[in-house]
């Protein structure tokens, strides 16, 4: 009776097995997967608006960042100058109209009395020398706010929640303006491209629920859904090669190989304790019926 007992035990372990098999068989087969998949994110190229040696830097490589947080501080002595200057010329430039109003007015006042004792044309002169120096107040007004600008734009933040990457700058690197000097990985922008065999393209379809596995943490599998299909890759053959005559990659005919074509994948809530990192690879296997289902 024991031994029977085992026997029928040893069977059901088999069968189960058998039918595990059987079921991850089908699911392999049956829907699309590969195991060339990347997890992106955007990447924000942070660049100063201005130049100048930087003075102070505010973060470490790898660090968290929230929007709104200093990364960096560059020199401010010369904005500072130029701001104090532009004070100046707008006050210079009030001063100038008000000497100009007056002696627009005193001679108005004068050839309303005498109309003899100054003629139209200088009236109208000293009107346009006046209405000119309203222009150039105008004119000193926006250069002020431009000097404010530039000032401000001394301190460089954050624009994203994200992760500072490949930090190279310290005190007294070199800023130039709009030349990018940190990036910041969009904490909240990832997602996952997956390529695909072009042969298995007919069984995905944007809404498609998918399964993201990551090799960092290879037994916690993440819910996902197909985005988009991309549109086009770029040929090998046909760049301009020896004098200007097209390259063509040599090929075996008994030997045809399916273009990868590469999919995005949106990825629903992260299991606890899965980090999500640029670069990481990842396996992606993509439920060809759901979207049917789902319409």
Do not use: C
Request: glycine residues 6%.
């Amino acid at each position: 009776m024991k031994k029977l007992l085992v026997i029928a035990l040893n069977l059901v372990i088999l069968g189960g097995a058998a039918w595990f098999g059987y079921q991850k068989f089908e699911e392999y087969f049956n829907n699309p997967w590969t195991r060339d998949g990347q997890v992106r994110a955007n990447v924000i190229k942070v660049a100063p608006r201005v130049s100048g040696p930087i003075v102070n830097v505010a973060v470490m490589d790898n660090q968290e960042v929230k929007k709104g947080d200093l990364l960096f501080e560059i020199d401010p002595t010369t904005y500072e100058v130029a701001l104090s200057q532009a004070e100046v010329a707008l006050e210079k430039a009030i001063v100038s109209s008000r000497g100009k109003k007056i002696e627009y007015d005193r001679l108005k006042d004068i050839r309303a009395k005498d109309r003899g004792a100054v003629s139209h044309k200088d009236l109208i002169r000293r009107e346009i020398t006046y209405e000119e120096s309203l222009l150039q107040i105008k004119s000193a007004e926006e250069q002020l706010k431009s000097a404010r600008l530039n000032l401000g734009y001394t301190k460089v933040y954050a624009s994203v929640d994200g992760f500072v990457s490949n930090l190279d700058i310290r005190d007294g690197t070199q800023a130039v303006a709009n030349q990018p000097l940190v990036a910041l990985i969009d904490k909240n922008s990832f997602w996952v491209f997956g390529f695909f065999r072009e042969n298995q393209l007919a069984q995905i379809a944007p809404g498609s629920d998918a399964r993201v596995t990551l090799m960092s943490h290879p037994d916690t599998p993440i819910d996902a859904t197909v985005d988009s299909i991309g549109w086009g890759i770029a040929p090998k053959d046909g760049t301009v090669g020896y004098n200007l005559l097209p390259n063509v990659n040599p090929v075996f005919q008994w030997i045809r190989l399916a273009q990868r074509i590469p999919v995005r994948v949106s990825l629903h809530e992260l299991p606890e304790g899965v980090d999500l990192r640029f670069g990481l690879s990842a396996s992606i296997m993509v439920m060809k019926d759901s979207s049917q289902e789902q319409e």
